[in-house]
Structure formats: structure tokens, C-alpha cells
T-cell receptor
């Protein structure tokens, strides 16, 4: 079983839509959780950390369920500029374990 | 504040040639990492370092060597390049909340 699993998509949504990405992880001892964004031919960039209490940053909301080992990212009012690949990332000790990413395309 | 920088940005090698990729960070981070990213494979850890003078193997270390002589620099070497090493290479350093900051990447093609 892979450490971090994501639905690869692609998710094609119209501007203004709400879209949700899900991710599961296998190591129950994992300590830190993140969502990264990666644009085509660019480096991954930290979008937001994910906390057990849930956290929000503008149009983005992240949730963590430690009991189910499940992480989610909700994007409201999608913009064209949100088109990218979203990586679910889980930290265990020194390493980060990356999901393969979920591709999002927001269309006019 | 440049963050994490990598040189070169692009390189084409012939099989058997050697090269060194340089990563530099100005955030005074202790931990640094080298990854490769291939289509459909996601990011895979090659080597990492927990501080100046230390290095350790990651998930896919074969064919690569690393050195961390200075805290701000982490070098990745290919002694005898192979076509299987064609990839995009990312360097990263780790912040205080375990988050990682990535450099812009090096696109390497081995023919």
C-alpha cells in the first residue's frame, strides 16, 4: 500500500465551482500534513498546512481526520488560476511522503 | 531573500558523462533534500542531509552521490550518467514546522 494515495483526476470544473480533493495516508504515526500546489513544469509550492481542528485560508479549507487517516482540501469559487496539480503531503520523521497529485483544470 | 536556488536549470548529458547539481538555501535550514520527479511517479527522495557534514540515502539513491560541506549548500553528483536518470531534479530545505521549500528544479536529459 502506498504511503499517500490521491485520486489523480483530472478534475475539470467551471469557474466559480466548488471542488474537493481527498487523500488517505497509511502511517498512523504521521505528524505533519500539508497541501502543495504544483504548476506545470514548476516546483511544488506550499499551499497550506493541515491541522486536526481544520483550517481555512481564503477560498481554501483543509481538514484532517486522524482516526480515518484522511485529509481533504476544499476550494470554493474556483478561479482559472487555480488550475494546477495538488499534492497531498504527509510528514513522518525526517521525510515528506508525497501523493502523486490530483490534477485540476478550471474552465471559463 | 532568494529561498532555495538550483543550478543549472537545464542540462543535456551523454551516457557516461558526469555532472554536479548545486543547491543553495539562505534560510539557515538544517535539513536539505534531493528529489527526482518523473511522469506518473511523483516525487521520490534520492538523498537527504540533516546538517552540515551529514548525508543519508533516501528511496532511490543508486547512481547518485551527495555532499554537504557547507550548511547552505547541498550538491548532487552523477558520476556516470545513464538514460534512466533523465528526470527533473528538485532540491528542498525544511522549515520549522516540517514544511519543505523547493528550488525551481533542474531538467536533465541523458542521451
Amino acid at each position: 500500500r502506498k504511503e499517500v494515495e490521491q485520486d489523480p483526476g483530472p478534475f475539470n470544473v467551471p469557474e466559480g465551482a466548488t471542488v474537493a480533493f481527498n487523500c488517505t495516508y497509511s502511517n498512523s504515526a504521521s505528524q505533519s500534513f500539508f497541501w502543495y500546489r504544483q504548476d506545470c513544469r514548476k516546483e511544488p509550492k506550499l499551499l497550506m498546512s493541515v491541522y486536526s481542528s481544520g483550517n481555512e485560508d481564503g477560498r481554501f479549507t483543509a481538514q484532517l481526520n486522524r482516526a480515518s487517516q484522511y485529509i481533504s482540501l476544499l476550494i470554493r469559487d474556483s478561479k482559472l488560476s487555480d488550475s494546477a496539480t495538488y499534492l497531498c503531503v504527509v510528514s513522518s520523521g525526517y521525510a515528506l511522503n508525497f501523493g502523486k497529485g490530483t490534477s485540476l483544470l478550471v474552465t471559463p | 531573500n532568494a529561498g532555495v536556488t538550483q543550478t543549472p536549470k537545464f542540462r543535456v548529458l551523454k551516457t557516461g558523462q558526469s555532472m554536479t547539481l548545486l543547491c543553495a538555501q539562505d534560510m539557515n535550514h538544517e535539513y536539505m533534500y534531493w528529489y527526482r520527479q518523473d511522469p506518473g511517479m511523483g516525487l521520490r527522495l534520492i538523498h537527504y542531509s540533516v546538517g552540515e557534514g551529514t548525508t543519508a540515502k533516501g528511496e532511490v539513491p543508486d547512481g547518485y552521490n551527495v555532499s554537504r560541506l557547507k550548511k547552505q549548500n547541498f550538491l548532487l553528483g552523477l558520476e556516470s550518467a545513464a538514460p534512466s536518470q533523465t528526470s527533473v531534479y528538485f532540491c528542498a530545505s525544511r522549515g520549522t514546522r516540517n514544511e519543505q521549500y523547493f528550488g525551481p528544479g533542474t531538467r536533465l536529459t541523458v542521451t
